[in-house]
């Protein structure tokens, strides 16, 4: 007997109900039930041996951490052997925090790089359950601090870098924004949140409603989250959920993009909602028809490539505004 559709994926578009369906073949068991390293296995991706958006630079760099060395790949837009600085964007990838690869955002990033004309330094950050918070945190922040200290030997503008991720990514990205405020440090030009996971509270409609959604039900939601947290149930700070952050006021300019049948989509809203209430420039945008995880697939979703060109469109943006202010 087929098993019924969900009544929210009658709200996604044509090309993203084949690959809900192809994902419901592929995933028979839920992540949750599966674990992370089984969960890792299967959903692991592979490079291209011809990526859809060839760079003639792509670098295979360590960044050095107070945990040790870590992978991470940095994307030269077109161009950037010139003597002009670049500005840079650093990318953390999605996965819940317990899954994603490097290999995973391989295109998007190429595809950032590429359209925006920034460099693009993607982080492969520790996981949870194996490294539960703030391990991720404490990455992104130290890779940040290098992505700093070594712009110019990169070609990148030390005074230009941004923060940015999908998902888990984007909860880092909002919490080094906040932890770099607290604590007096530089900020980030911007921050790129794309479908951000940044409330524990698990509340807003969005999770009833969407609960049975692709790739990323209510319930794995729930688990991923219990893995990163770990020791700290019941004591979770601004920095673990952003959204519990007394104020967001004196915070870098921020994109907040959201997917229609996402659980986390009302509590990214929300987040936009309240960067703006506090005084921080944000634009939101919600792609309609697709789900969680649909930034990323390049060349599968329709709504992707329109993502994509939000991001873009907004990095310029930000370029085209120091340039001003410093002219």
């Known amino acids: 007997m087929t098993k019924p ?3 929210s994926w009658e709200r996604l578009d044509a090309d993203a109900l084949l690959v809900a369906q192809a994902i419901t073949e592929a995933l028979t068991t839920p992540v949750r039930e599966l674990g992370a390293r089984a969960a890792r296995e299967l959903l692991a991706s592979t490079p291209s041996d011809r990526p859809l958006t060839p760079l003639d630079r ?3 760099v360590t960044v050095p951490t107070r945990s040790g060395p870590l992978r991470a790949r940095l994307y030269h837009p077109p161009g950037s052997r010139t003597k002009d600085l670049r500005p840079a964007l650093l990318y953390l990838h999605g996965g819940g925090f317990v899954l994603g690869t490097l290999d995973g955002v391989d295109e998007v990033c190429r595809a950032l790089a590429a359209r925006s004309g920034w460099a693009v330094l993607s982080l492969e950050y ?4 194996e490294h539960p918070y703030p391990a991720a945190l404490e990455d992104a922040l130290d890779a940040l601090a290098w992505l700093r200290e070594s712009a110019l030997d990169s070609g990148i503008d030390p005074d230009m870098i941004a923060v940015g991720g999908d998902s888990a990514g984007g909860n880092l990205a909002a919490a080094v924004c906040l932890h770099l405020r607290d604590h007096g440090r530089p900020l980030p030009v911007s921050q790129v949140l794309v479908y951000p996971a940044v409330d524990d509270r698990f509340a807003t409609p969005s999770w009833t409603r969407f609960a049975d959604a692709p790739l990323l039900t209510a319930a794995d939601a729930r688990w991923l989250w219990e893995q990163y947290i770990g020791a700290h149930k019941g004591g979770v700070d601004q920095y673990a959920a952003p959204m519990k952050a007394a104020s967001l006021r004196g915070l870098p300019p921020a994109l907040v993009l959201t997917a229609e049948v996402d659980p986390l989509r009302d509590d990214a809203e929300a987040y936009a909602e309240r960067l703006r209430h ?6 939101s945008i919600r792609h309609s028809g697709v789900f969680h995880g649909f930034f990323t697939e390049v060349g599968v979703f329709a709504r992707t ?3 994509i060109d939000d991001v873009v469109r907004h990095l310029r943006g930000i370029a085209a505004g120091r340039a001003t202010s410093t002219s």
């Open 5 to 7: 559709v969900p009544p």
């Open 58 to 60: 792509v670098e295979a």
């Open 126 to 129: 520790r996981l949870a359950p």
């Open 278 to 283: 506090d005084g921080v420039p944000t634009a």
């Open 305 to 307: 490539d329109a993502a």
